[in-house]
């Protein structure tokens, strides 16, 4: 079975740029997550949806960051505009079932977003 | 809030021989869930093993092994036989009743032939 799959791998853009990351979730899961990995943060969530919707985007940075879900197999992360400091690694994530449950995320490869 | 904590930034062991990465954990919740992701050099964030907080006896996935001991509030991770792929970067993770997965800073683990 096909894992979460993330693309693009690696990304890089200018300041000021609109960047969009996107997420195929694991077929079957309900819940999808998006998470920001820097040296000096760690990993952070962002946001997350259960069945496309959002349900928690407290760990979203700011209004330049926004996220869709709008179908079962699909998310996309964008970042309008892009600053330096977006600079991370996003990755998606997915689960079945609701969090707190013995449930496990599995993770995509990552997007390794440089923004000059 | 929860919390998780990995005490040791960077930790040496020589292949073949166990070695015992720490996580201390910090939560009010009576159910919860701690997990050990491995995220070697490429990147990849690698689920390895998973312990309930009901659970009685100490979750085993292959060489991985977790010491749970709940009165102390730690999940350790065991990794027997160490292997040179086994250098990396890993991760302990709570998730309690209603809120999604905390992580802790990470241990780096370097396996020396």
């Known amino acids: 079975d096909a894992g979460v799959i993330q693309s693009p791998r690696h990304e890089v853009t200018e300041m000021g740029q609109e960047v969009t990351l996107r997420c195929k979730p694991i077929?079957?899961?309900?819940?999808l997550f998006w998470y920001r990995q820097t040296m000096m943060r760690g990993l952070e969530l962002l946001i997350y949806f259960n069945n496309n919707v959002p349900i928690d985007d407290s760990g979203m940075p700011e209004d330049r960051f926004s996220a869709k879900m709008p179908n079962a197999s699909f998310s996309t992360l964008k970042i309008q505009p892009s600053e330096p400091r977006d600079s991370a690694v996003y990755f998606c994530?997915?689960?079945?079932?609701?969090?707190?449950?013995?449930?496990?995320?599995?993770f995509g490869p990552g997007t390794r977003l440089t923004v000059l | 809030a929860q919390k998780i904590t990995q005490t040791q930034p960077g930790m040496f062991v020589q292949e073949k021989e166990a070695v015992t990465l720490d996580c201390t954990y910090d939560?009010?919740?009576?159910?919860?869930?701690l997990f050990w992701y491995k995220q070697p050099s490429s990147g990849e964030m690698i689920f390895l093993i998973y312990?309930?907080?009901?659970?009685?006896q100490n979750a085993t996935e292959g060489r991985y092994s977790l010491n749970f001991q709940k009165a102390r509030k730690s999940a350790n991770l065991v990794i027997s036989a160490s292997q040179l792929g086994d250098s990396a970067m890993y991760f302990c993770?709570?998730?309690?009743?209603?809120?999604?997965?905390?992580f802790g800073k990470g241990t780096m683990l370097l396996v020396s032939p």
């Open positions: 994530a997915s689960s079945f079932g609701r969090p707190g449950t013995t449930d496990t995320q599995y």
């Open positions: 312990q309930g907080s009901y659970d009685e």
């Open positions: 993770a709570m998730r309690d009743l209603y809120s999604t997965l905390t």
């Open positions: 077929s079957g899961h309900d819940y």
């Open positions: 939560t009010s919740d009576q159910s919860y869930g």
